[in-house]
Structure formats: structure tokens, C-alpha cells
């Protein structure tokens, strides 16, 4: 098997796939000591067109398959697809309509984040060889047995992605997906900007002094990471950065008394750089400390029981369903429900809602029970006498 290695060739493939319903698409890349993906490989099947590129040739240009991800004519189909599509995203392209089957596959009731290979046993009875499965795919030449390897990850996604389809449509599901895929496509999901980066961390004060430094401090990580091309961790750990926001430290000695942060840290190239970010933040931390939308809603005593009381109903609504309860709601969501009839989480909104949010509603407010029979949990409607009570 020979991949694509230029951009005639690409060129001439990409016009095979104009006009197909949709294209599978995976890639193979290396993420382990850097921090931007390296694209290795890419593999694509339409019905009647099927090639694995190779990125790293040095005759190819991707703007043909590009165009091909940016067709809306066309649907992509994908897998586990968040860092697919963060890949793409670098180079421009967010592969538009998106069907990622393992979203789909949790809706259509195989359960918690299932894995490519165990929805293709389920749905086509085929075990996947998995012999190449820890290639170097950055290494050339590649062997006919790897390219195979690759290039089955989508001929069998093609394959699937129509039965898998036509279940959720019968279902009346296809909704539901469609949502998950807007979110999935959202270009601020995959924002890289610096000054962004605490959004994906998680704070734990609200205090202007504290929530500056912590947005710094992420900011000068991610900043440093990705002109070292290095994975953020191996600059600083998530657990540092919310060590030194505790406790601010404004020059080498308060630095190297923290715990989290690596002995020496202050003297290296990196302490100076890490302390002059901080006391920029602290020149005016109330202007620089990002504002944070925190509940209202007081939290109830009896918060905790609700909490396990809407767990076994989320888990009840999904097997009466027939999908994976981490599709419909988190932990997170339940336990804003639980404080707030109108909290703002996405279990309170669309299909969720109808699925699961207006039965949770309903049982804060005593109009459901919870019923064991047998090893089953049924949902009831309370019936209430005439001065509201339960008969």
C-alpha cells in the first residue's frame, strides 16, 4: 500500500470525495513530549474513495483535504473526536458537519465513552488487529502491515457510521447528537490564547488576589509551553499553579518554599520570567483577576441527600432510555440542580431536559418517588390528597 505523499495526488483524491454523503476520517500523531500534536498520518473513507495520507512528506501540501473538512455538503465522520478536530482546528479546518461516533454510540445506548474497537465488535462482529497499535508513526518508512493497520480505523468506521445512524434516527435521537456536535465544533472549545488557559483549570478561592495570580500563572505556563513546544505539565504541574496563587510569592526565596514547585525552580531560567508575571498581576489584581459566575443560590443542608437521591433517578431515566447516564448529566450538573430548581447547566436545557431535567425538578418537589422492585429503581408519579398530601 502506498500512501499520498503529494499534493497532485491529494488533489486527485479530494476530487473523488466531492460530492460523497460523508468521509471517515482518523489521524495518527505524537503528543507525548510536546506540546502541539504532530500529525503523522491521516487516514480518510467516503463509499467509493479510500487513502491514508502522509503529512509529513515534503512534496504535500493539506489544503485540498482541508477544503474537503471545511465542505458542509459533505459530512465528516470521526471518533473520540476532540483531538481530531483540535488538530485540524491548528491548520484552520474544523471538519464541518462533525458525526463523532462515540457520542453517537453513548446515545444510542453502548454505553460510557465506548472505545472504536468495542463498537466495531458490537456493531459489524469484527475483532480489530491491534499488532500495530504502538507504531511510531513518525518514523519512515512505514510497512504495508501499518498502513493496513491505519487505513482499517476508517474503512470500518464507514461501515458503521450509516447502521449507527439510521438507529439513532429510529430513535428519534439524531437531535441529540446534532447538539453535542455544535458544542463539539465550537472554536472556543479549542482556544489556545494564553490568557485563556485558567479557564481549564479549576480555582478554589474567589478572591481578587488569589483569581489574578491563578490566571498569570496560567497564562506564563501556557506561554512558556508553547514556545518550548513542550507539554504543559512538564513546565509546571496544575497543582503548583494553584500553590502560588495561594501563596503569591514575590521573589526566589518564597518561590523555592513552596511544596509543588520543582527544587531549584527560582534559579532556573524559568523562576525569574514566572515571578515578574505574578507581580504584574498584583499591580492590579481586582482589573486583572478574571470575574467568575458563581451560584447564587445558597447551598442546602439537605443538598447532599438530593444529590444521591437524583443519581439513582439519572441513572434510572438512562436505562429506561437506553443511554449512557454521562451523556445526559454530571455529577457537576446534579449537584447544581440540587441547590437550584433553575440552575444554569445544560441537564436543564434542551433533549436533557425532557430526557432527564424535568424528572429531576419534579422529584425535588415530591411529585416523583423512587420505587425498588425487585434489583430494578421505577420512577413513580406521587399521588397527593386533596390538602396536598401523599395518600
Avoid at 53 to 65: M, N, R, T
Avoid at 261 to 288: Q, W
Wanted: some cysteine; proline content about 6%; charged content about 25%.
Amino acid at each position: 500500500m502506498m500512501p499520498i505523499t503529494t499534493t497532485a495526488e491529494l488533489s486527485a483524491f479530494c476530487e473523488q470525495l466531492r460530492g460523497e454523503p460523508f468521509v471517515a476520517v482518523d489521524t495518527e500523531f505524537m503528543r507525548e513530549t510536546t506540546y502541539w500534536p504532530k500529525l503523522c498520518l491521516i487516514q480518510a473513507a467516503a463509499p467509493t474513495a479510500e487513502a491514508v495520507i502522509d503529512p509529513l512528506a515534503p512534496d504535500l501540501d493539506l489544503a485540498p483535504f482541508l477544503d474537503v473538512l471545511r465542505d458542509t455538503a459533505t459530512e465528516k465522520v470521526l471518533h473520540a473526536a476532540r483531538q481530531d478536530v483540535e488538530i485540524f482546528h491548528n491548520l484552520g479546518a474544523i471538519p464541518q458537519p462533525l458525526f463523532d461516533t462515540q457520542i453517537a454510540g453513548m446515545a444510542a445506548g453502548f454505553g460510557e465513552q465506548i472505545a472504536y474497537d468495542a463498537l466495531v465488535r458490537q456493531m459489524l462482529k469484527i475483532d480489530l488487529d491491534k499488532s500495530s497499535r504502538f507504531t511510531d508513526w513518525a518514523r519512515r518508512p512505514l510497512s504495508d502491515a501499518q498502513l493496513t493497520y491505519a487505513l482499517a480505523d476508517v474503512t470500518h468506521l464507514a461501515r458503521l457510521y450509516p447502521m449507527l445512524r439510521a438507529k439513532l434516527e429510529a430513535a428519534g435521537r439524531m437531535g441529540w447528537v446534532a447538539e453535542e456536535m455544535r458544542a463539539m465544533t465550537d472554536p472556543a472549545l479549542y482556544d489556545m490564547e494564553p490568557e485563556s488557559a485558567w479557564k481549564r483549570l479549576k480555582p478554589r478561592r474567589f478572591t481578587a488576589k488569589y483569581l489574578a495570580v491563578f490566571r498569570a500563572v496560567a497564562a506564563w505556563r501556557e506561554r512558556t509551553a508553547q514556545a518550548r513546544d513542550q507539554p504543559r505539565g512538564r513546565i509546571l504541574k496544575d497543582d503548583a499553579i494553584d500553590e502560588l496563587a495561594t501563596q503569591a510569592p514575590l521573589d526566589a526565596e518564597g518561590l523555592n518554599r513552596l511544596r509543588s514547585v520543582p527544587k531549584g525552580f527560582a534559579g532556573s531560567r524559568f523562576g525569574p520570567d514566572l515571578l515578574a508575571a505574578i507581580r504584574a498581576a498584583l499591580t492590579d489584581p481586582e482589573a486583572y483577576a478574571p470575574v467568575i459566575a458563581r451560584n447564587a443560590a445558597p447551598t442546602s443542608p439537605a443538598a447532599g441527600a438530593v444529590v444521591e437521591l437524583l443519581k439513582v433517578l439519572l441513572k434510572a431515566r438512562a436505562e429506561d432510555a437506553g443511554v449512557a447516564s454521562k451523556l445526559i448529566a454530571t455529577v457537576s450538573d446534579l449537584e447544581k440542580i440540587a441547590n437550584d430548581d433553575a440552575a444554569e447547566t445544560p441537564a436543564l436545557t434542551g433533549w436533557r431536559r425532557e430526557a432527564f431535567g424535568e424528572d429531576a425538578l419534579k422529584l425535588k418537589r415530591g411529585e416523583l418517588a423512587l420505587v425498588l422492585d425487585g434489583t430494578r429503581v421505577r420512577v413513580v408519579e406521587v399521588r397527593r390528597g386533596p390538602k396536598g398530601a401523599a395518600p
